[in-house]
């Protein structure tokens, strides 16, 4: 007699561990509302409380597919009441925007780059000398007057022509690249 139960426990346990079992395990949990991101844990955790409750199983009390379905359907209840409790919020997978430039823009940002360097180095010695020694090395104005022997307003005059002028300069190099460049697309 103990010899048969050892049996239909071997073919209980046979049955119970299939991989057609193992894979209706996830489709059960989605069934039951898991999401997808947490099937597997949900689904881990399914195995291993029927391997940890096996030594209680009966199969005279009905077939282990049913049992595991049970277990599945336990766990994801509680699964749900635990997510009415939980602080944090559940998403399924986001897509991460990649913040690093793609070629185009770095192409574009260092032809702007070299545009702007070239624009400041056609100005007057006299303005570029004010705009890159406050508005690129962040001297103040009242040391530039200081150490140049200028007056503080012609100093101040001299940034306003030097901004006026290369705000000019870039205007005329960004006509100068569009009319180039319809010309070229012809």
Not at 37 to 48: E, F, K, M, N, T
Not at 96 to 113: G, I
Request: aromatic fraction near 6%.
């Amino acid at each position: 007699m103990e010899r048969l139960k050892v049996d239909e426990r071997a073919a209980a346990h046979a049955r119970l561990f299939c991989p057609m079992l193992v894979r209706a395990v996830p489709r059960w949990l989605a069934r039951l509302g898991v999401p997808r991101c947490h099937r597997g844990d949900v689904a881990g955790q399914v195995w291993v409380n029927a391997w940890e409750s096996w030594p209680r199983f009966d199969p005279k009390r009905g077939r282990p597919e049913r049992w595991l379905n049970a277990i599945t359907v336990h766990l994801a209840a509680h699964y749900h009441e635990r997510a009415r409790h939980r602080r944090e919020v559940l998403v399924d997978l986001i897509e991460v925007f990649d913040p690093a430039p793609d070629a185009a823009t770095a192409m574009e940002s260092d032809n702007v780059r070299a545009s702007t360097m070239d624009a400041v180095n056609d100005l007057d010695p006299d303005l570029r000398f004010v705009l890159v020694a406050h508005d690129l090395h962040g001297v103040p104005m009242a040391k530039i007057a200081e150490d140049a022997g200028l007056p503080l307003s012609t100093l101040y005059k001299r940034r306003t022509k030097a901004i006026s002028a290369l705000r000019d300069d870039m205007r005329l190099r960004e006509v100068g690249e569009i009319s180039t460049q319809s010309v070229g697309s012809w």
